[in-house]
């Protein structure tokens, strides 16, 4: 592996991006954007305009395009507050005697305007490395900064598994039905409920200790050396279709994370044996039930929620009972 580091302008930088399209944020160990707060995106802004130290920022080239390894919220932060999408804090200090707190850039004097622009930022390419080279300098660069846990492991998984559960996470199914909050989305709840999901399937859940951080991230980084990994998230990927149909309208009650492995793994086991709207009515069957606490398949899967959720007994238990509610559900519909 060899590398480069020289210094580029903001301005430069951004022509790249929005313009010349020659850098790119989409490479697939890359967490997701939005990771930093407003205080966050402000402190790092008037870093830069009082010339404090900022990282170094990581990018591997491929058909001539920069893809970004390790950076991302510090450029996409810059983007944003050049395109005036957001103020700096009200607690950021003055800088030069200017009160830059509260001010969009378009209000900065046009020195400091001009001053931001011009700044310079250390870019390192590596060059001739392999995906595995990539994904220890991504695991290193991160290993000692707030990750979770899942995000870290991430970068283990190797390229190929890499896009593929980057493809999974940005379905519809998940992006438009289950609608995680902006906090999950951050902490990347939703890979975190796919790996869970392949955790259950078929009978694969009789093998599951615990659902908890640590034995989803172990599943996680098996991942890699799986040999029928990619079969398997292509699986995940018809039933998300599935689901998606099936599920596109309705009450969301039992697509919270808690739920959600069980509801795929149901839909992966039936969906090529029952028609849509078969597993949709069933599905909005259940979920009254669960409401009300009412009919024996629902109130049994409910008292495997709540506290413990992630423990064997638990877990187990909402798979058992809710394939159980649906074979039943099938039998009485006959």
Request: one cysteine or more; proline letters at 2%; a negative charge.
């Amino acid at each position: 592996m060899d590398r480069m580091t020289r210094p580029w302008s903001i301005k430069q930088i951004k022509g790249m991006y929005e313009k010349k399209r020659t850098l790119s944020f989409e490479h697939p160990v890359q967490r997701k954007g939005g990771q930093w707060n407003q205080y966050q995106q402000s402190l790092f802004i008037h870093s830069l305009l009082t010339n404090f130290p900022v990282p170094t920022v990581y990018t591997t080239k491929s058909d001539d395009i920069h893809y970004v390894l390790d950076g991302k919220q510090r450029l996409t932060s810059i983007f944003a507050f050049v395109n005036n999408e957001f103020a700096l804090h009200e607690d950021i200090p003055d800088v030069d005697g200017f009160m830059a707190g509260g001010s969009y850039f378009s209000e900065l004097s046009e020195e400091l305007r001009d001053d931001l622009l011009s700044s310079n930022l250390s870019i390192c390419q590596l060059d001739d490395c392999t995906d595995e080279d990539i994904e220890e300098v991504f695991y290193r660069l991160n290993n000692s900064t707030p990750l979770t846990s899942i995000q870290k492991v991430k970068a283990r998984m190797g390229s190929d598994v890499a896009t593929q559960l980057n493809k999974l996470v940005s379905h519809d199914f998940m992006t438009s039905v289950v609608k995680l909050t902006k906090a999950q989305s951050r902490k990347e709840v939703d890979l975190k409920i796919i790996v869970q999901a392949l955790m259950v399937q078929g009978n694969e859940y009789q093998n599951v200790t615990k659902l908890t951080e640590n034995e989803v991230c172990k599943h996680a980084e098996s991942l890699k050396s799986g040999f029928n990994t990619s079969a398997e998230l292509a699986d995940i990927e018809k039933t998300f279709d599935f689901l998606l149909l099936a599920l596109n309208e309705e009450d969301k009650t039992l697509l919270k994370p808690v739920h959600l492995p069980m509801i795929i793994r149901t839909a992966q086991k039936y969906k090529n044996q029952y028609e849509v709207d078969v597993f949709r009515n069933w599905y909005l069957d259940m979920t009254v039930r669960y409401k009300l606490g009412e009919g024996d398949g629902a109130e049994a899967y409910k008292s495997h929620t709540g506290a413990g959720s992630t423990g064997t007994a638990k877990v187990r238990g909402r798979i058992e009972e809710m394939e159980r509610d649906f074979n039943n559900y099938i039998q009485g519909t006959k």
